[in-house]
């Protein structure tokens, strides 16, 4: 026993030593333990090497076993240990807060049972994406939503912005235990945005570098040939405005009143 317990979430960035805030690695190397979600094996011994008790989540994973089945294990491994009276680390790769479920729900449980719990900012795959993809989200605005959950919510798009599609890899997955899902869903979703798109407007299916030495992945493609694609869980489906700015001359000229 150490004492009372804290537990920190933490993220180590999209790129093997490259995103590593030295906030978030002084939180992985004083931890009594460290619990580890990363995205390469090759970043898993990464972290291994910054504290002698680094225990990997991956193992959690599994065809068709639901997520959220995974993800309550997870929690209830690093919450364990708080109630040790542990300094306890979930580390992550990306940012712990986003597109990240386990972070949140940890921390939740953590400080309802009265215990220290913070979040670290870190570097996500979305800061890659603007980076890599020259895009600012401030030029044309930008509409982000998780590909399943665009697909069973009625959501309205606005195509004079970026539309940016996370984990489509597993687009239309009701079950939320599949690691892919077919073409015939993916099909379903490209009806769904040809509502407002072109079928041959290009697309950019995208993935953040996890290593130094390799490139991220950006490839251009009509969105009519999206379905047959090879993706990944890692990817994301960045669709480019295809309709300029309209002027919104009613409020435009109340604001000229306004201004007089």
Known sequence: MTGMGTLACVGVGMTLGAHLAPRARSHIEQADVVFSAMSDPIVELWVQGMNRDVRSLQPL?????PRRETYREMVDLMLAEVRQGRRVCGAFYGHPGVFAQVP??????ARAEGYEAV?????????????DLGIDPGAFGCQHFEASQFMFYRRRVDPSAYLVLWQIGVAGDLTTG???????AKQLLVDLLLDDYPPDHEVVAYEAATLPIAPPRIDRLPLDRLPTASLSTATTLVIP???PLRPNERMLE???????
Request: with cysteine; hydrophobic share 45%; charged share 25%.
């Open 241 to 243: 405005p295809a309709m």
């Open 254 to 260: 109340q604001l000229r009143r306004m201004a007089r």
């Open 119 to 131: 979040m670290e900012a870190a570097v996500s795959a979305e800061d890659c994406l603007y980076a």
């Open 178 to 184: 599949r690691l892919s899902t077919d073409a015939g």
């Open 104 to 109: 949140h729900q940890a921390l939740a449980k």
């Open 61 to 65: 994973y599994a065809e068709g076993k």
